[in-house]
C-alpha cells in the first residue's frame, strides 16, 4: 500500500527474529506465527503514528508481549475448536533436561512467562519489563522469583517423566 | 546467575532457532487483514452511534454484536470466528457501592500508586515510583478527594529496588528498601512510619544473600507490636517494630505467608495446599486431586483438573493455510496436548464446588478469595476484562480498554479487599469489601 511508506521492509526484515520471539514467548509455532501476524496487522493501523520513531523495534515486540499475556490468543482457540489441546508442548529438545525446563515453562502462568522471557531471552533489565508489561517492577520481580520457584520445584520433583512422553 | 537461570536461557536461545520461518505471503495476508478490520470497524462505529442516539447504554452491546457479523474474521482453518462473548454491564452499574473513582493525578499533578486502604475511606498511595527520584507517601480521603502527605521514603544509596511491600496495621506503615553498601552484602532495610505522619525510622537491616537465587523478602506484614515477613525463598520471621534482629517464626522456617498468621509451603501445583497458623497452631489441609492444579487462599482453592496427553502434531500452518517450517528442521511430529476438564473453586475441604467461567485467569489472585478476573472477548476481537463474583455469579465490565497504542493496563490487586486501575484521566479504587 502507498500509504504505508516503511512498512513492508520492516516486515521484510524483523519478521524472523519477531518469530523467534514470538515462538519463545508462547512455546509452539502456530501459537508464534498467530501473534506475530496480529502484532503486525495492529502494527499496520499504527504505522502512519509510529514509522518515525526510533523503537519500532521494542513497539511490536511490546505489543506482542501484552497481546500474549491478555489472553487474547487463547479465547480465539477456544472459540474455534471448544474444549481444546490448551497448551501444547513439542519435543524440541534431544536433552531431557532442556525438554523438561522447556515443558514446565509451558506449566507458567503467562505474565510469568512472559516476565521470564523478557530476562533471560530478551536480557531486559526488571524496569524495562515493567514497562513492556505495564506493571510495577516490584511485580515483575515477585513474578519473576514464583516462575523460576516453580521451574526449580517442578524439575527437582519429577525428573523422571520428562521425555517419557514421546 | 543461577544454574537453572542459566540453563533458561540456554533453552530459550535453543527454542528461538527452532522458531518457524516467515510464512510466505505474511505481508498480503497482513494487510489484508488490517483493510478489513478497519470496515469493520468503521461499520461498529456507526452503528453506536446509531444506537447512541435511539437507545440507553445496555443496547449498544448487543448492537455492536450484531454489527461486526457483516464482516466475519476467518480463521487458520477457513471456518468463521464465533461471536463475541456476552459482556456484562459496567462495574459502576453493577457493583457502585465498591467503586470510587478519583482522579488519575494528585492537585499538583503528580502520578500516584495505590498501595492499600488505611481504612473505608483512606487510601495509601505513593509518588515518585516512575520518576524515581524523591518517593512520597501519601493518605488520600476518598471522599473530598484531598491528599496528606504522610512521610518522605528516605532514599537509600545503592538501592536497587525502591520502596516495596507497603502494609499498614495499628497505626503504623511499614515497608522494605534493598540496600548494599560496597564490601558488604546486599540487606532489605525495613521501615516504619506512623499513619498520621513523621520521620520514617529503620526497623532492622534484614540479610539477603544471593538475590537472584534466593530472592528479597515478601509478606510484610504489621501485627500487634511486631513486623512479620519471608524470604521469597521460604521462611518466616518477626521483628519488634521498635527494633531488634528477625527470628524465625517457630514452625514456619520454609514457609510463605499467604495471610498472615496463615503460612504455608508450595509444592508442585498445589499452592498452599497445606496451611499451617502460626499464632494458634492449627493446621488445615486442603483437599486436592490428583489431575487438579490449584492455587489456595485461607478458605478456598481455585484451579483446573487437566488432562495430559501425547498426540500427533498437525503440520504447523498460518492463516492462509501455507505450512510453517521451524527452522532447519522439520516440525515436531509429537505434542503433549493438555486439556482442561474442570475449572472450579470451592471450600478447603472439597465441598461447595462451583465452577469458573472458561477464560478466568488462572493462578491469579482472587480478591477476597471471591472475585476472579475473566477475559472475554468483545465486539471487534476486543479483549474486554471482567470481574466474577464466584459467591453470586454476577460479572461486571471493567471498563478497561485498549489505547490507541494497543495496550491495556492490568489492575493492580491480591488477595485482599483493594484493586485499582486507571482509565484516562481516573484512577478506579475498588473496595471489594463493601460487596456483602
Redesign the interface.
Known amino acids: 500500500m502507498d500509504d504505508e511508506p516503511g512498512f513492508d521492509d520492516f516486515v521484510a526484515e524483523q519478521t524472523a527474529a519477531l518469530l523467534r520471539y514470538g515462538y519463545v514467548l508462547t512455546g509452539n509455532p502456530h501459537d508464534a506465527a498467530d501473534l506475530v501476524q496480529e502484532a503486525l496487522v495492529r502494527l499496520c493501523g499504527a504505522w502512519p503514528r509510529v514509522r518515525r520513531k526510533d523503537s519500532l523495534h521494542s513497539y511490536v515486540r511490546t505489543t506482542m508481549a501484552r497481546l500474549h499475556i491478555s489472553v487474547w490468543r487463547r479465547r480465539r482457540r477456544e472459540h474455534l475448536i471448544g474444549e481444546p489441546p490448551e497448551r501444547v508442548h513439542h519435543e524440541v529438545f534431544p536433552r531431557d533436561d532442556e525438554q523438561g525446563v522447556w515443558e514446565e515453562l509451558a506449566a507458567l502462568p503467562r505474565r510469568q512467562r512472559a516476565v521470564l522471557v523478557l530476562r533471560y531471552y530478551e536480557q531486559l533489565s526488571d524496569a524495562e519489563i515493567a514497562k513492556v508489561l505495564g506493571i510495577s517492577t516490584g511485580t515483575v520481580r515477585s513474578q519473576a522469583f514464583r516462575g523460576l520457584d516453580k521451574l526449580r520445584s517442578a524439575l527437582s520433583s519429577a525428573p523422571a517423566t520428562h521425555g517419557s512422553m514421546r | 546467575m543461577t544454574d537453572?537461570?542459566d540453563?533458561?536461557?540456554?533453552?530459550?536461545?535453543?527454542?528461538?532457532?527452532?522458531?518457524?520461518?516467515?510464512?510466505e505471503g505474511?505481508?498480503a495476508?497482513?494487510?489484508t487483514?488490517?483493510r478489513r478490520?478497519?470496515a469493520r470497524m468503521a461499520a461498529v462505529r456507526t452503528a453506536a452511534a446509531v444506537v447512541l442516539v435511539a437507545g440507553g447504554v445496555g443496547a449498544v452491546v448487543s448492537a455492536l454484536g450484531a454489527s461486526a457479523e457483516p464482516y466475519p474474521a476467518v480463521?487458520?482453518?477457513g471456518?468463521p470466528?464465533?461471536s463475541p462473548d456476552k459482556i456484562p454491564p459496567l462495574i459502576e452499574k453493577v457493583w457502585p457501592q465498591a467503586v470510587h473513582k478519583i482522579p488519575a493525578k494528585l492537585p499538583d499533578g503528580r502520578a500516584y500508586?495505590p498501595q492499600l486502604l488505611l481504612d473505608d475511606r483512606t487510601l495509601l498511595v505513593m509518588t515518585g515510583?516512575s520518576d524515581g527520584k524523591r518517593q512520597f507517601l501519601w493518605s488520600y480521603e476518598l471522599s473530598t478527594g484531598r491528599p496528606r502527605q504522610i512521610a518522605e521514603i528516605p532514599p537509600t544509596k545503592g538501592s536497587a529496588?525502591f520502596a516495596?511491600?507497603v502494609a499498614a496495621g495499628g497505626g503504623n506503615i511499614v515497608w522494605w528498601a534493598s540496600y548494599k553498601e560496597a564490601g558488604s552484602p546486599r540487606v532489605a532495610r525495613i521501615w516504619t512510619v506512623p499513619a498520621t505522619g513523621g520521620q520514617p525510622r529503620p526497623v532492622t537491616d534484614v540479610p539477603l544473600g544471593n538475590v537472584m537465587k534466593q530472592?528479597?523478602i515478601?509478606g510484610l506484614t504489621v501485627a500487634g507490636s511486631d513486623v512479620i515477613f519471608a524470604y521469597?525463598?521460604g521462611g518466616v520471621y518477626r521483628v519488634p517494630l521498635s527494633g531488634g534482629s528477625p527470628q524465625p517464626v517457630k514452625g514456619a522456617e520454609r514457609h510463605h505467608i499467604l495471610r498472615w498468621p496463615w503460612v504455608g509451603v508450595?509444592?508442585?501445583?498445589a499452592i498452599f495446599r497445606e496451611l499451617f497458623n502460626a499464632e494458634t497452631g492449627e493446621r488445615r489441609d486442603a483437599v486436592v486431586k490428583a489431575d487438579e492444579e490449584v492455587r489456595c487462599g485461607v478458605d478456598r482453592c481455585a484451579g483446573v483438573a487437566v488432562r495430559?496427553?501425547?498426540?500427533k502434531?498437525e503440520r504447523?500452518?498460518?492463516?492462509s493455510g501455507k505450512e510453517?517450517k521451524?527452522g532447519t528442521r522439520r516440525?515436531?511430529?509429537?505434542?503433549?496436548?493438555?486439556?482442561?476438564l474442570r475449572r472450579f473453586v470451592r471450600d478447603r475441604d472439597g465441598s461447595h464446588e462451583r465452577e469458573l467461567p472458561?477464560?478466568f485467569?488462572?493462578?491469579?489472585d482472587a480478591g477476597l478469595e471471591r472475585f476472579f478476573k475473566v477475559?472475554?472477548?468483545g465486539p471487534g476481537?476486543q479483549?474486554v476484562l471482567t470481574l466474577y463474583d464466584a459467591d453470586t455469579g454476577r460479572s461486571a465490565d471493567l471498563g478497561i480498554r485498549r489505547d490507541?497504542?494497543?495496550?491495556?493496563?492490568?489492575p493492580?490487586g491480591g488477595l485482599d479487599r483493594l484493586m485499582t486501575y486507571p482509565i484516562k484521566n481516573e484512577m478506579y479504587v475498588l473496595d471489594l469489601a463493601a460487596l456483602k
Open positions: 537453572l537461570e540453563q533458561l536461557s540456554r533453552v530459550l536461545s535453543g527454542a528461538a532457532h527452532r522458531a518457524p520461518q516467515p510464512p505474511l505481508l495476508t497482513v494487510k487483514r488490517h478490520r478497519r480463521s487458520a482453518t471456518r470466528e464465533a500508586y515510583v529496588i516495596d511491600g530472592g528479597h515478601d521469597e525463598k508450595h509444592r508442585g501445583k495430559y496427553k501425547t498426540v502434531a504447523p500452518r498460518d492463516r510453517i521451524c516440525c515436531p511430529d509429537t505434542a503433549r496436548s493438555q486439556t482442561i472458561n477464560s485467569q488462572t493462578g491469579d477475559t472475554l472477548r476481537d479483549t490507541a497504542k494497543g495496550s491495556m493496563g492490568i493492580d
